[in-house]
């Protein structure tokens, strides 16, 4: 199940955009548009962890996966060294929903039909949407069960979900990332197949008893697994359940 809890930190000081623009994935210009999706990475171009950027006044807002928190925000200090650079914890909550935006809101930059999210003093209780199964029908990876610390954002799909801009300047794991986008073919990816049945997160799935891949988010005969493209073909399982491709 795709967790909802959130931590919201607010960065502040004259060195905030350029200490973020050589850290983070994607381009800080792109601010202007409203919010941006990013992800920290290792040296080796590793998922560390990714989250929403939004621009509030002269700071600038983080929006992180809460179990992620704690780390992102030790990580992000220590890169901080003398940069005049402030991160805080707030008490501001999430708010998201589909259709039209509130004026306080900001469409996901992700896909079109994942809707607006907001930042507010109170939490949100009337939030009803079923966002895993969207999250499993648009392919959105999430933080803990499709995205890990053995992750490498292209093959989640982030270029697709406007998470990287290759045409910014040096960020931590941009050369590994870069050598992946313009030198290789991938061989291993995000996808969505059919599943009869369940199986618990991280499932290997099999055929002809050799893996091809790994169970993630499932719901309603839907599921998203990290498949290796040569290998996966139709009558895959997983543990006791049936995985096959839609269509």
């Known amino acids: 199940m795709t967790s909802s ?40 171009g590793k998922y560390i962890a990714d989250f929403f950027l939004k621009r509030d006044g002269d700071t600038i807002l983080l929006d992180a996966d809460a179990a992620q928190a704690p780390s992102l925000q030790q990580r992000l200090t220590m890169y901080k060294l ?19 935006a509130p004026n306080d809101a900001a469409e996901d930059p992700r896909h079109p039909d994942l809707g607006w999210r907001a930042y507010r003093d109170s939490a949100q209780e009337d939030d009803t949407t079923d966002w895993p199964a969207l999250y499993v029908a648009l392919q959105i990876p999430s933080a803990g069960v499709e995205l890990d610390e053995n992750s490498f954002i292209l093959e989640m799909g982030f270029e697709r979900l406007n998470g990287v801009d290759f045409r910014k300047g040096c960020y931590v794991g941009q050369e590994v990332t870069a050598r992946m986008k313009h030198k290789t073919e991938l061989r291993k990816g995000l996808a969505q197949v059919n599943i009869i049945g369940s199986a ?28 290796r493209f040569d290998r996966a073909r139709e009558d895959m399982t997983a543990g006791d359940a049936k995985i096959s491709f839609p269509g």
């Open 5 to 44: 809890a959130r931590s919201i930190f607010r960065f502040s000081g004259s060195d905030t955009d350029s200490f973020l623009q050589g850290l983070v994935t994607n381009d800080m210009d792109h601010l202007k548009d409203g919010l941006l999706y990013a992800a920290l990475l290792t040296p080796q």
């Open 82 to 100: 003398r940069a005049d650079v402030t991160i805080e914890a707030t008490s501001l909550h999430l708010h998201r929903g589909l259709g039209e």
């Open 200 to 227: 618990p997160v991280g499932t290997a799935i099999l055929r002809d008893g050799r893996e091809v891949g790994r169970l993630l988010t499932q719901t309603d005969g839907k599921a998203l697994a990290y498949l």
